[in-house]
């Protein structure tokens, strides 16, 4: 997910899929994986041209280690940052990526993040004393953490049991087989089809199991469906003379819960004879919903390259429930996470020693924020 996040934030390539282990559509296989976090970041093992943009990051290995001994891997990596940037030139801008938080606040909790953000904290009045005030701190994360304690969605299981074969490769006669990569413990489940006409069946059986929210699927070249517990609904998109539109439509409850926030946008002369609002509009009308941002949000996961293998159904779960890697599930509690819909995973944070920056900004418009 910090790939994707990162990427958009700071306009570079997006990576190959969301995770280090990935469905390669084109050989129609599960690639990546553990070996991606061993031996040295060679150029197969760098996700995204973002990192090019990136004076400081962690050693190639602490991006798996920070989730085993995350106490010893942050003070590490804030201590391997101060040295870095004190032997760095003074006369331009620096860019350092600090991960070692992420996986603090995953397995111990927001009362241990608080102490590594109060270090932290030190270290830029340090840099900002040494450099002078006129030195501008801009500090963003690449996205927010449910904080609860949360416990593994039995995804495989419910599919099986819906008559789904489970793969990590398709071949010609792979019509019932899906594949959903598991790496990370995170809130959110991208499901991969076999047969292209089997998306809808996917997402339908899985409105029934416990932690899931809602599934979303592509729906012809400019919607997508949304399927969960809550209802059913179809996010469409028109651009007219470069303007771009959404419209929201329920056939059956409101799974995004955005029917009072239509009635606003149509009482205030916000939606035009077809039911479609500006993108703007239904911006600045859910930037702080249950689900921020959803129509555009949603819809572009989809509809654009976030990742270079876009999933065929995407699952966002609710707090308190993951998906990923058992192995790994069984070797650490899982205190936090993030990945799905809801607002406290999608909503990070930036902020500014200097300037006053908008009450909200997608990442995709981020870049020009980033910078003095």
């Known amino acids: 997910m910090t790939n994707i996040a990162l990427s958009a934030m700071l306009g570079a390539t997006p990576p190959l899929g969301y995770e280090s282990l990935y469905f390669d559509k084109s050989s129609r296989e599960l690639r990546g994986g553990v070996s991606k976090y061993i031996g040295w970041r060679t150029p197969d093992k760098i996700p995204s041209s973002y990192m090019d943009e990136l004076d ?216 035009d004879e077809e039911g479609f609002a500006s993108d703007q509009d239904w911006l600045e009308t859910t930037a702080n919903h249950i689900y921020p941002d959803p129509l555009a949000n949603l819809y572009t996961s989809l509809h654009t390259q976030r990742v270079r293998h876009t999933a065929d159904v995407l699952v966002s779960l609710r707090d308190g429930y993951y998906y990923g890697w058992s192995p790994f599930a069984r070797l650490t509690r899982l205190a936090a996470t993030h990945g799905n819909a809801l607002r406290p995973s999608s909503n990070a944070f930036l902020m500014s020693t200097h300037r006053t920056l908008p009450p909200f900004v997608r990442a995709d418009d981020a870049q020009p924020l980033l910078r003095g």
């Open 56 to 271: 400081y990051q962690e050693p190639l290995a602490f991006e798996f280690l920070v989730y085993v001994a995350p106490e010893r891997v942050w003070r590490t990596d804030m201590q391997r940052f101060r040295e870095r940037f004190r032997a760095a030139p003074q006369t331009r801008d620096y860019f350092a990526f600090l991960k070692g938080t992420d996986g603090l606040l995953h397995i111990r909790g927001p009362e241990r993040l608080a102490v590594a953000l109060e270090s932290l904290d030190k270290i830029l009045r340090e840099i900002q004393t040494s450099c002078g005030w006129e030195t501008e701190i801009v500090l963003f994360s690449d996205h927010g953490m449910n904080l609860r304690e949360n416990q593994r969605i039995h995804l495989k299981t419910h599919l099986r049991s819906r008559g789904f074969a489970l793969g990590s490769s398709f071949s010609e006669t792979s019509r019932d087989t899906v594949a959903i990569p598991a790496f990370g413990l995170c809130g959110y489940a991208a499901i991969y089809c076999g047969d292209g006409e089997a998306l809808a069946d996917v997402a339908n059986s899985l409105v029934e199991l416990e932690g899931v929210d809602f599934s979303i699927y592509r729906d012809g070249t400019r919607a997508i469906a949304v399927t969960g517990a809550n209802g059913v609904g179809r996010v469409e998109r028109k651009q007219t003379n470069g303007e771009t539109s959404y419209r929201y439509l329920t056939s059956d409850g409101d799974p995004l819960q955005l029917q009072p926030i239509l009635e606003t946008l149509k009482q205030t002369g916000k939606l």
